[in-house]
């Protein structure tokens, strides 16, 4: 093989080994870990109890969050984010909770930039 | 759309790893221009390619955040429904937009003024693309302590910058000096800068790693304790190859000494540096071991996991994986995809065990063990020089590749019905195909060296460079494992499989490199065989059940 041939096929060799390092970089996992919340993980509540809280372990961003509620019929509102007293808490309140199985979809940007998200899901019963 | 967010997410972990190493380059640069370059005031050519990498390092960083910061607006504007004006306020878009600021200010002031001419207040824009830098880590977003965490980030990886990164720009110095006089001065004022920027970079690794992994579970227990314990095996090696530098140095107060061996101990110095600083991205992306303590491995699962058993040489009947079940019971339910390499579970009748599926990942691991175990006895055997035959050693490369490309990915052609080019479109897969013609043409390189069907260095060098960049692929990239317990256990066999490949290509590359007469090249002759041979051991031991 000629040594430019050889030198180009070193360098396709290495291009192709740098691809498959970038294609293998880890996926992030974001910073921001729910570590409270009101209801918790399959906890139940009456259909009174309409104010959410969630507790994270970073300093999130409440602007640019955003929190959903699907409902036992699987229709999803977008729930309005109350202003922020605690730099890692976000609560919101729903109305006109019917008994069933709910699940609350948290999307969140922390300060540094990182974007997480996760759910939690509970019951409305009636009590 | 959802599949697009996913695609642009993900380039934004590997922009993120980008931008460290550029990050550093820049910072590097300007510490060494201010530090250590005034020494070679007369060689044009050093000046030049001095400014050149230190221009094209902070233009890359500046596109590079730039496609960052867009890539992060749009996730935001679309997931969380935002509109532009809302969603540019955000910290990530301030810290960007100083960035790049800073980035564009270190041409306009490196493009100006002569290199030796560089006053301290060169460093000004260094500081501020490292406070960036530090807004968008961890300490950022802490609750407590958050100061002291960003004081300890900053001081630590502004060392890293000014050790590692500089270190590229000795490389041009050196090779240019004009004289021995000057690379021993040079060399010398490094090394001093070297031996500062360890000690501070070591106080804040330390002060970040009590904050972040807080106690010994957290340190073995977690991904983010694990990925900290390889970046610090990384940095011993790294220090042991700069505590050779430094002793070189120091032995070049002899008339007859060389530049040469410096060099490739340098740019030894800095590919493992690079794969550090790799880590380090990687490390970012996750949360710290503190805060993950609802799942966390003990010390019970690991000495079960890595306790030694008898291989796994039989493999499951392929009837029985996962994607053969979910597709018989698919096929009675017509709403579901068809021909489609995700299968929801979730809709199926039974769920599946994936007990066969961890039994063939189990068998593939072992039997790649034995290869490797092969090919080292057989790299060991050529290097005693008695058994000519044992050269051929590469081949067992093919014989990898060639098993790879069958047991991969079995729900793929030639095992499985999904047809050839569909297959690619599956992100796992694609890596899996990536992989496979990179060993193969790795193996062919090998393979010409081994037999001296060709004597050009490039071809010599890919070995080693492939088998750093493998080793830097095993220790980030993610495992598809959903069970977050799986996924760390997994770790325990990948993390010292990627430090030996790392190791493994270091030795091979400074074997090849330093002068034939060198008192190291015959003990780094035997470094990246014994490698192979415990790389084959590892994976010989590899569990998922």
Same mark, same amino acid.
């Given at each position: 093989?000629?040594?430019?041939?050889?030198?180009?096929?070193?360098?396709?060799?290495?291009?192709?080994?740098?691809?498959?390092?970038?294609?293998?970089?880890?996926?992030?996992?974001?910073?921001?870990?729910?570590?409270?919340?009101?209801?918790?993980?399959?906890?139940?509540?009456?259909?009174?109890?309409?104010?959410?809280?969630?507790?994270?372990?970073?300093?999130?961003?409440?602007?640019?969050?955003?929190?959903?509620?699907?409902?036992?019929?699987?229709?999803?509102?977008v729930v309005s984010i109350n202003k922020q007293t605690s730099p890692n808490t976000l609560t919101a309140n729903a109305a006109e909770l019917i008994p069933g199985i709910y699940h609350i979809r948290w999307q969140v940007l922390a300060v540094d930039g990182h974007i997480s998200s996760g759910e939690v899901r509970f019951t409305v019963r009636e009590f | 759309m959802v599949q697009l967010l996913a695609i642009i997410s993900f380039a934004s972990v590997i922009m993120r790893a980008v931008t460290l190493c550029l990050q550093s380059l820049v910072i590097g640069g300007l510490v060494f221009a201010v530090c250590v370059g005034s020494c070679d005031r007369s060689s044009e050519k050093v000046e030049q390619q001095i400014r050149r990498l230190i221009v094209g390092s902070a233009s890359s960083l500046a596109f590079a955040t730039v496609v960052l910061t867009a890539a992060n607006i749009l996730v935001l504007m679309v997931s969380a429904d935002l509109k532009f004006s809302e969603a540019i306020g955000a910290n990530f878009v301030l810290t960007g937009g100083l960035c790049i600021a800073a980035c564009l200010a270190v041409v306009a002031i490196?493009?100006?003024?002569?290199?030796?001419?560089?006053?301290?207040?060169?460093?000004?824009?260094?500081?501020?693309?490292?406070?960036?830098s530090v807004m968008s880590s961890h300490a950022a977003s802490r609750i407590n302590h958050g100061a002291l965490l960003a004081l300890f980030t900053a001081i630590h990886q502004g060392a890293t910058a000014t050790w590692i990164g500089g270190l590229p720009y000795l490389w041009i110095a050196l090779k240019r000096a004009r004289d021995l006089e000057t690379a021993r001065e040079l060399s010398r004022k490094f090394s001093n800068l070297a031996v500062a920027s360890v000690a501070v970079l070591a106080a804040g690794g330390l002060g970040l790693g009590v904050a972040y992994i807080g106690s010994w579970q957290g340190f073995y227990g977690t991904t983010y304790g694990t990925m900290a314990a390889a970046k610090i095996v990384l940095f011993v090696c790294l220090l042991a190859l700069g505590a050779l530098n430094f002793s070189m140095v120091r032995g070049m107060q002899r008339e007859d000494a060389t530049v040469v061996n410096l060099r490739r101990f340098v740019e030894a110095e800095i590919g493992l540096g690079v794969v550090v600083i790799l880590t380090a991205a990687s490390l970012t992306s996750q949360p710290p071991a503190v805060d993950q303590l609802? @799942?966390?491995?003990?010390?019970?699962?690991?000495?079960? /996991?890595?306790?030694?058993?008898?291989p796994r040489l039989k493999s499951p009947d392929q009837q029985e994986l996962n994607y053969v079940i979910a597709g018989r019971q698919q096929s009675s339910v017509p709403s579901l995809a068809k021909d489609s390499l995700v299968q929801p579970d979730a809709q199926l009748a039974d769920p599946p065990d994936y007990l066969a599926d961890r039994e063939w990942s189990e068998y593939n691991h072992h039997w790649a063990g034995l290869v490797m175990l092969v090919l080292g006895f057989l790299a060991l055997a050529s290097n005693t020089?008695?058994?000519?035959?044992a050269r051929n050693w590469p081949i067992m490369f093919l014989v990898l590749a060639v098993f790879l490309f069958f047991r991969a990915d079995p729900e793929v052609w030639p095992l499985g019905p999904t047809s050839f080019w569909a297959s690619l479109l599956a992100p796992e897969v694609f890596q899996h195909r990536l992989t496979v013609a990179?060993? @193969?043409?790795?193996?062919?390189?090998?393979?010409?060296? /081994?037999?001296?069907?060709?004597d050009s260095t490039?071809?010599?060098?890919?070995?080693?460079?492939?088998?750093?960049?493998?080793g830097a692929v095993l220790l980030t990239h993610s495992h598809a494992i959903t069970d977050v317990k799986e996924q760390l256990?997994?770790?325990?066999?990948?993390?010292?499989?990627?430090?030996l490949g790392v190791v493994a290509g270091v030795s091979r590359w400074l074997e090849l490199r330093i002068p034939s007469e060198d008192r190291a090249r015959p003990i780094l002759s035997w470094v990246w065989p014994v490698c192979f041979v415990l790389i084959g051991v590892i994976l010989l031991n590899y569990r998922e059940i």
């Open positions: 093989m000629r040594p430019q041939t050889t030198k180009r096929f070193s360098a396709v060799t290495l291009t192709i080994a740098v691809a498959t390092l970038l294609f293998h970089v880890a996926a992030a996992s974001g910073h921001a870990i729910l570590i409270a919340s009101t209801p918790k993980e399959g906890g139940v509540i009456s259909k009174s109890d309409s104010t959410f809280a969630l507790q994270f372990n970073v300093r999130i961003d409440g602007i640019r969050s955003r929190i959903s509620l699907v409902r036992p019929d699987g229709s999803v509102q | 490196v493009k100006s003024v002569r290199i030796w001419q560089f006053r301290t207040a060169a460093l000004i824009p260094a500081v501020l693309i490292l406070i960036t609802a @799942v966390r491995v003990n010390s019970a699962d690991i000495i079960e /996991r890595l306790a030694p058993r008898w020089g008695k058994a000519p035959w990179l060993i @193969v043409a790795f193996g062919i390189f090998e393979w010409k060296v /081994r037999t001296g069907r060709t490039y071809a010599a060098l890919v070995f080693p460079a492939v088998s750093v960049i493998g256990l997994a770790e325990f066999n990948h993390l010292p499989l990627a430090i």
